[in-house]
C-alpha cells in the first residue's frame, strides 16, 4: 500500500521561509512532487523531480522554491523561500511510480501572512 505523508506546513510572514518534507513508502517512484490548491483554485503544479534529476517549476516559484529528493529514503523535500501571501495553499505531495501511477498525499496548509 502506497503511502505519502507531509510533514513542515505552516503560518509564516510573507518573505519567511518554510521547508515542506514528505515519505514515502509502499513502490518505487519515478516522480516525486509537490502540487498545491488554494481555496477556489484547482490545484497546480509546484515542483517536480524525476529519478533522473530532471527537476519542473511553477513560473511563479521559479527562484524562490527548491525541489530535492534523498531517493535512498524516499524522501522528497520543498524548500520554500520568499513567501507571499499566494503560496497559501495545502501542499500536497505527488508521486508516479514506474507502471504510471499517480499518488497523493493528505496535504499539509502552508499559510503566509502579509
Known amino acids: 500500500q502506497v503511502q505519502l505523508v507531509e510533514s513542515g506546513g505552516g503560518l509564516v510572514q510573507a518573505g519567511g521561509s518554510l521547508r515542506l518534507s514528505c515519505a514515502a513508502s509502499?513502490?518505487?517512484?519515478?516522480?516525486m512532487g509537490w502540487y498545491r490548491q488554494a481555496p477556489g483554485k484547482q490545484r497546480e503544479l509546484v515542483a517536480t523531480?524525476?529519478?533522473?534529476?530532471?527537476?519542473n517549476y511553477a513560473d511563479s516559484v521559479k527562484g524562490r522554491f527548491t525541489i530535492s529528493t534523498d531517493d535512498a529514503k524516499k524522501m522528497v523535500y520543498l524548500q520554500m523561500n520568499s513567501l507571499k501571501p499566494e503560496d497559501t495553499a495545502v501542499y500536497c505531495c505527488?508521486?508516479?511510480?514506474?507502471?504510471?501511477?499517480?499518488?497523493w498525499g493528505q496535504g499539509t496548509q502552508v499559510t503566509v501572512s502579509s
Open positions: 523531480r524525476t529519478s533522473g534529476g530532471v527537476t
Open positions: 505527488y508521486a508516479r511510480n514506474f507502471f504510471n501511477r499517480n499518488f
Open positions: 509502499g513502490s518505487t517512484f519515478n516522480i
